[in-house]
């Protein structure tokens, strides 16, 4: 099967790879919503849950990660070494590898380590553009011009960038074609809190124990297995193909298609199991090193929580004493690593079971699918709403509305909000949970 799908599918454009849906951290926003790849400007209302007409919106929060990117440098490696041992050492039986042999050549860069790509840039122009027709009442001429709009990004190129696109998209969306003030703040404390979380770093960043199941998982038999059948493609020993050389194929192959939007033959190394398998492998990192997997994790976004709240509480107090509000939207860009701690915080996409090494079978239905919550451009929307009864909350991931556990009402008061998530409110201090001697 693998022989004859091989020339078929390879390196055609706009054609989607079958496995793109398991790139997890490394997938395209068109994804998770794929009426986009025909418009990208829709806005699907079907997939959002709005208070009563009565109601009308006056704040936006918006917490976006970094549009599509180059991979690291760290990956650039991996992908070199292993496109080294494709052209030395694979056998050249099947049409998808003379392709890569022939056609092929390795054209990533140390210095492109990260750094956002045009694709990106679209991301988060289409990303702004769209906002505009979810929230023509908020995102307004009159807002951007009385400095009712505020843009945070973290210090990392790739986030600068995106932040610099967004504005664009506003500004056109907005046809505002004159110069106005709209200067991006940087601010690495609120969208890059977990450098700084002291105990995070020692305990999880730099302690190879706390991944102790992302390693058994690269050791474990599904992974091996994946690792032979991709041998047998390549007619290479087993010895020669590690953890290392599929995770750098399986990067090469979601790579082409964000960066590029090709179909790859790097993709015909992998079959659907095969690409579950790598998903897994993605996803439980995610776990250990951002989420549920250890406490402090979630909780080293107790700064950006509170700064929400802090934030949502003024509106509120300036709707409540009639004043205009100063902060009509909020926009903060940061990474994968700064909206899975806060959606952990707020035991968003907890499952039962924890995802672990030995469970990738029982964990298929699993909530916690990274590709479905941060692919590029992820975005996590939260808006208030002033109502006759008062003032309702509303969020949504990736604009479709989630349902804050603990809750039924999707459009719940903000003030039975604060209520649900009063221990955190309360407490959820940086500068104690993240001290080194704290329990
Ligand atoms: O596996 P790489 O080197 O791409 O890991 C990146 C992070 O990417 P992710 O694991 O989320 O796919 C990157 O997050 P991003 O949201 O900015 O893309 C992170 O900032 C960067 O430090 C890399 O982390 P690592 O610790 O080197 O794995």
Redesign the pocket.
């Known amino acids: 099967a693998f022989m004859s799908s091989c020339s078929v599918h390879s390196s055609t454009k706009n054609s989607i790879p079958e496995i793109a849906r398991y790139f997890?951290?490394?997938g395209r926003y068109e994804e998770v919503n794929t009426y986009l790849i025909d418009d990208i400007l829709a806005i699907n209302n079907s997939l959002v849950t709005l208070p009563s007409s009565t109601c009308h919106e006056i704040h936006l929060t918006a917490i976006i990660?970094?549009g599509t990117?180059f991979?690291?440098?760290?990956?650039i490696q991996k992908m070199r070494d292993f496109y080294d041992l494709v052209v030395r050492n694979a056998t050249d039986n099947l049409n998808c590898l003379s392709e890569i042999k022939s056609k092929w050549h390795m054209w990533y860069k140390d210095e492109m380590d990260?750094r956002l790509v045009e694709k990106g840039r679209e991301d988060h122009r289409h990303l702004a553009q769209r906002l505009i027709r979810w929230f023509p009442s908020l995102l307004t001429e009159d807002n951007v011009r009385q400095g009712r709009v505020k843009l945070i990004t973290?210090s990392?190129h790739?986030?600068v960038n995106s932040t610099i696109a967004f504005r664009e998209g506003l500004m056109t969306g907005l046809r505002i074609d004159d110069k106005v003030e709209l200067e991006p703040a940087v601010n690495d404390a609120l969208m890059?809190y977990f450098d700084q979380c002291e105990r995070f770093v020692k305990e999880v960043?730099n302690n190879k124990s706390a991944l102790e199941e992302v390693k058994r998982f690269s050791e474990g038999p599904e992974m091996k297995r994946v690792m032979e059948k991709m041998a047998d493609r390549l007619k290479v020993p087993y010895t020669s193909v590690t953890d290392d050389s599929v995770a750098a194929a399986f990067?090469l192959c979601s790579y082409e298609f964000t960066i590029l939007k090709v179909n790859s033959p790097w993709c015909q190394l992998f079959d659907e199991v095969d690409a579950q398998v790598m998903e897994y492998a993605?996803d439980l990192?995610?776990y250990w090193?951002?989420s549920y997997g250890h406490d402090i994790n979630s909780k080293s976004s107790c700064i950006l929580f509170h700064d929400l709240f802090y934030r949502l509480d003024q509106v509120v107090t300036h709707i409540n004493s009639d004043v205009p509000v100063s902060e009509a939207i909020t926009v903060q860009v940061?990474?994968?690593?700064?909206?899975?701690p806060l959606l952990s915080l707020l035991d968003l996409f907890k499952d039962d079971v924890p995802l672990e090494s030995t469970n990738f079978a029982t964990q298929q239905n699993r909530i916690f699918r990274?590709g479905r919550i941060?692919p590029?451009t992820a975005n996590l929307l939260v808006v208030l709403y002033k109502c006759p009864e008062g003032i309702r909350m509303g969020v949504r991931l990736n604009e479709k509305s989630l349902t804050l556990p603990g809750f039924t009402d999707p459009v719940p008061m903000y003030e039975e909000v604060k209520k649900r998530y009063s221990a955190l409110l309360g407490g959820c201090d940086q500068e104690t949970v993240c001290k080194m001697n704290y329990s």
Do not use: M
Request: glycine residues 8%; hydrophobic residues 20%; proline residues 3%.
């Open positions: 997890g951290t490394k990660r970094h990117r991979p690291t440098a760290k990956n990260g973290s990392k790739r986030c890059r960043e990067y993605v990192k995610q090193k951002r940061g990474h994968a690593e700064t909206l899975i990274s941060v590029y």
